[in-house]
């Protein structure tokens, strides 16, 4: 059966090009490798080499035509006696000359993708109930996140933390304080400050299965390793087509601490929350720290959990439970109201609950949200309050453009257009780089004042 | 500056006297104890310029115990004859200078004003960035220094780049670039050694060694802790260098700005120094021992080497030395009383400097 040769694409923007000239002609021998003719792209000169045996049986594109579509057949190759039809054999599916042709069918790219399925949707579960009389005791953030590691590491032999004085220091925030007499420098480990490679070699150890906690000192020098977060950690289970899971957990405290400058005052929830294969956790409260942060060490995706040094000395009351999991994906009300819903996600939640306390002074009574998950984000509760509500404010210290509001004010104009009462309103850090001076750091900052105004605007009270 | 070997008993390494086209010794661990001689003006001076820093310094840490000045204060108390031995070997407002987070006495010994300083580490309108870099970003085009920058490692190729221009544009200035043990394990650090040698880059990479890296040690940290060879597979010369005394500093300074100036390339020193304060003012320093900072105090103090040195050949008295003491402290207050009495800066400045 004779076999046509094609134009080949030779590079990935090429749509044609030019013969420039057949070292081969009609009747000659064909062997594997053989070049057959030179083409000229708009690149380069190239050469075609056959990738079929036999006799060149026609050539049906002259040397020194330009403007040989990809894909044409320019020539046959066959056996001996095989009749030239001058046409390409009917019902042969193309192949480039060039690639190691199968003579199966291939699928046309193009048309696979020319209907997209729609994404799947995500339902996260509901939180566990409390089993009625269970023992309440107030902790810290801190103390929260360190008893989930120190659980879940109890657990599960493969789980491990590492990071830039975690250990010996016990901790630059004192977060894995007593881990290493507990689990030793096997398991608590002390990385030099190299965030890209020990964020890499968590990677790796994440592919063969370990199950790697690894500590940002802040998240502020997680830039230094976002390319093995985003590139490695979150893409490779579907670059490999689903063989490679990442099981690992990134923390570390995220966004302004107090008077620390630019480059240490940068609220990532934004950022992460834009990439696919990654799940973005941000808790406020002790309670969902400590439940959210054992759910992201058993997630065998890579989990990036953003902590705030202001909140870490806060005290919250904590369920006391052998086993406290909180799903992920799933936004809490923390407050039920009926006037406006109010949005927001780690520290902003300070300023939400602290603004709807205001409020219901001045006769407006705020639901208050926290979404404690920014991804996957939980937008069914965002949406059922507002379609109470009819009016929304988002809170969050991370910069405007772009910003995990944004991003909610387009989920209810998409999702509850109609419900709207007011436009959603959304309160940021300012648009600047975070500024030292005691007084521009202030403003820089949302504040409860601002959340207040917002919701008053949205409210026209 | 003349080099000769010291009269004390550490004469052990062996660099070329500047001047010579070979590098120090870069295989040899042994110390570089060869000193500059240092004339009884350059002694002056040392002493004057490193007791304004440690002054200084001990003026922020009681500013930042008032709350005066927030966020990270990183004081480089102990580790002054390294700034200042190397800035002797510069010249001032055409070399560059970069360094890190602990750049308070960088930007004195490169001739800023304490006022300036002190008003950017209290937040005031007054300072080197009108108040909205802090303590860790603080800058000065005029002297040539370039920051004052927050992420470890970071100014590293940074201060390459100084250099990158100056080759550019074909002049003869060097650019110096500070960064600490620590700051050595990063990766762009490699990634820059290698470009600037490959490009011959007429920069000086001094590695400040305390000792510790905020509370790891260089040996819990490092699997290379000769860091002079750390350019070695990029055949960039190393030296190692005694930090404490100034004069030592000075002369492995001249070696390596008069290599770089004329076009050799790339010089590493790493200079052998120690801070006695904390990491940062929230650091309690567990992982030292009391004992082993006060011997470093007593036996290796920078400023009182050279006091020592000034009242044994006779040339400044006790007398002498507490006018200078004097004047250094009047300094300081000024610029504390400045720091502290300087207005904020307007509101309007939070949206200023974002784009020009
Ligand atoms: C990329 C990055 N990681 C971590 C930190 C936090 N950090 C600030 S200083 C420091 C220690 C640096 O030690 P070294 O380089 O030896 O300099 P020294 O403080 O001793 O002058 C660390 C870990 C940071 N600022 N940037
Ligand atoms: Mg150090």
Known sequence: MAIDILMPALSPTMEEGKLTKWLKKVGDDVKSGDVLAEIETDKATMEIEAVDEGKLLEILVAEGTEGVKVNAVIARVGEEGEAATGKPEAGEAPQPAAEAAPAEKTQPMAQASSTVPAAPAVKAEADPDIPAGTEFESKTVREALREAMAEEMRRDEDVFLMGEEVAEYQGAYKISQGLLDEFGARRVIDTPITEHGFAGIGVGAAFAGLKPIVEFMTFNFAMQAIDQIINSAAKTL?????????????????????????????????WYGMIPGLKVVMPYSAADAKGLLKAAIRDPNPVIFLENEVLYGHHFEVPKLDDYVLPIGKARIHKAGKDVTIVSFGMGMSYAIKAADELAGLGIDAEVIDLRT????????????????????????GWPQGSVGSEIAYQIQANVFDYLDAPVARITGKDVPMPYAANLEKLALPNVGEVIEAVRAVTYR | MAVRPATEKRTRASAPTSGTKKPGKTSNPTVNYQVAEFDKDDEFKAYHDMLLIRRFEEKAGQLYGMGLIGGFCHLYIGQEAVVVGIQKALREGEDQVTTSYRDHGHMLACGMDPKGVMAELTGRQGGYSRGKGGSMHMFSREKQFFGGHGIVGAQVPIGAGLAFANKYRGNDNVSVVYFGDGAANQGQVYETFNMAQLWKLPVIFVIENNRYAMGTSVSRSSA????????????????????????????????AVEWARTGNGPYILEMQTYRYRGHSMSDPAKYRSKDEVQKMRDERDPIEQVRKRLVEKGWASEEDLKEIDKKVRAVVTEAADFASADAEPDPSELWTDILR
């Open chain 2, 224 to 255: 290379q802790t000769d860091f002079a060879k750390r350019g070695e597979s990029f055949n960039i010369p190393g030296e190692q260098v005694d930090g404490m005394d100034v004069r030592a500093v000075n002369a492995a300074a001249d070696r």
């Open chain 1, 238 to 270: 579907y670059m490999s087509g689903g063989q490679m899971g990442c099981p690992i957990v990134f923390r570390g405290p995220n966004g302004a601490a107090a008077r620390v400058g630019a480059q240490h005052s940068q609220d990532y929830a934004a």
């Open chain 1, 374 to 397: 920014i991804r996957p984000m939980d937008i069914e509760t965002v949406v059922n309050s507002v379609k109470k509500t009819g009016r929304c404010v988002t809170v969050e210290e």
